[in-house]
């Protein structure tokens, strides 16, 4: 389970956006479930991925974020002369991540 310990320690500081924003980005590839947000069934590039915070929820346990991921989706045999082809894609992500110690659960709650 990914964990986010830089972000919980912000929390509420006027810092915490940037703080979620560098460490999402700054996660291992493979890390975030973007697999789910493809949409021709190409395979995520997500080296490059780029995040924007939409919505903070303060619950009791723990912190919602809501966040807008921009990620490059590769497509692979669409009969193209330059195959493959990258996609630029976007989806939002639900970031749960518990007070307690700092893990993170995601969930995609929309794609393009």
Request: aromatic share 6%.
């Amino acid at each position: 389970m990914a964990k986010l310990p830089l972000s919980l320690a912000a929390w509420p500081s006027a810092s915490f956006n940037t703080v979620v924003k560098n460490e999402l980005e700054k996660l291992d590839t493979g890390t975030l479930p973007l697999d789910k947000a493809t949409q021709q069934g190409g395979y995520v590039d997500d080296r490059l991925r780029t995040c924007t915070i939409l919505k903070i929820t303060d619950e009791k346990d723990s912190i919602t974020i809501k966040t807008g991921i921009f990620f490059t989706e590769i497509l692979i045999c669409c009969g193209c002369g330059d195959d493959p082809v990258p996609k630029n894609t976007y989806c939002e992500l639900l970031v749960t991540l518990d007070k307690k110690n700092a893990e993170a659960v995601f969930d995609i709650i929309k794609t393009d």
